[in-house]
């Protein structure tokens, strides 16, 4: 799955900084080995933490209570709800939080796949 990056081992802010480049859309879900979603992590995150000097500590950085949507919520409705609070993606989970899924709000394969 893409814009996801495994919690272990000693991950430093730029490795961190490395996959969010590398994935190239501003977002990643941090997820534990069992993919157990741990929070996201957004270039936002990323500026912050270098304006206020906090690079030390990723945990820090990672939002640890990011809006998801649930896995059993139709992908349609998710994005629709992603044009309601302005934002182009979320991580979708299980009723255990497992990251099933990130709905993106310009993938328009899922729109046409279901719409048509």
Do not use: W
């Not at 936002?44 to 896995?71: E, F, M, V, Y």
């Not at 139709?74 to 182009?88: A, M, N, V």
Request: aromatic letters at 8%; proline letters at 2%; charged letters at 30%.
């Amino acid at each position: 799955m893409k814009n996801v990056l495994i919690l272990e081992g000693n991950i430093g802010f730029y490795d961190l900084l490395k996959k969010l480049d590398e994935e190239g859309n501003g977002f990643l879900a941090i997820v534990d080995r069992a993919y157990k979603l741990i929070g996201i992590v957004t270039d936002g995150d990323i500026r912050r933490s270098i304006l206020n000097k906090q690079t030390d500590d990723i945990n820090r950085i990672i939002n640890h209570q990011p809006l998801t949507a649930s896995s059993e919520t139709d992908r349609y409705e998710i994005q629709q709800y992603l044009k309601c609070i302005h934002r182009r993606q979320i991580p979708v989970v299980n009723r255990d939080n497992i990251l099933v899924d990130i709905v993106y709000l310009d993938d328009h394969e899922s729109f046409y796949s279901e719409n048509f």
